[in-house]
Nanobody, 121 residues
């Protein structure tokens, strides 16, 4: 399985970005994680094949995860960006349901993209 992210960049606080991730193969759960230097990967948003989505509390109401199964593409629409959203963002995939603990278990995702940097100033 190959995952390739795009869409990162630098924006001012209050701005927006849309991240994309092309995902080869069939994956039941796809997710976005982010990481800052010296910290572990934080689960941001995840979506199961049936379209059910889950978000970490800090992005609820600002970020929206979606997927186009026909085009094998995962999206993360990020609005009202804050400086604390600055991080390297990674998409991840696994062949089973996201589950309730996906945010705290990045190691359960066997497949990862290379990351795309988001900087909010």
């Amino acid at each position: 399985v190959q995952l390739v992210e795009s869409g990162g960049g630098s924006v001012q606080a209050g701005g927006h970005l849309r991240l994309s991730c092309t995902v080869s193969g069939d994956n039941y759960c796809t997710a976005w994680f982010r990481q800052t230097p010296g910290k572990g990967r934080e689960g941001v948003a995840a979506i199961d094949h049936d379209g059910s989505a889950d978000y970490t509390d800090s992005v609820k109401g600002r970020f929206t995860i979606s997927r186009d199964n026909a085009k094998h593409t995962l999206f993360l629409q990020m609005n009202s960006l804050k400086p604390e959203d600055t991080a390297m963002y990674y998409c991840a995939a696994k062949a089973w349901s996201c589950g309730a603990l996906w945010r705290s278990r990045p190691t359960t995702f066997p497949d990862w993209g290379q990351g795309t940097q988001v900087t909010v100033s």
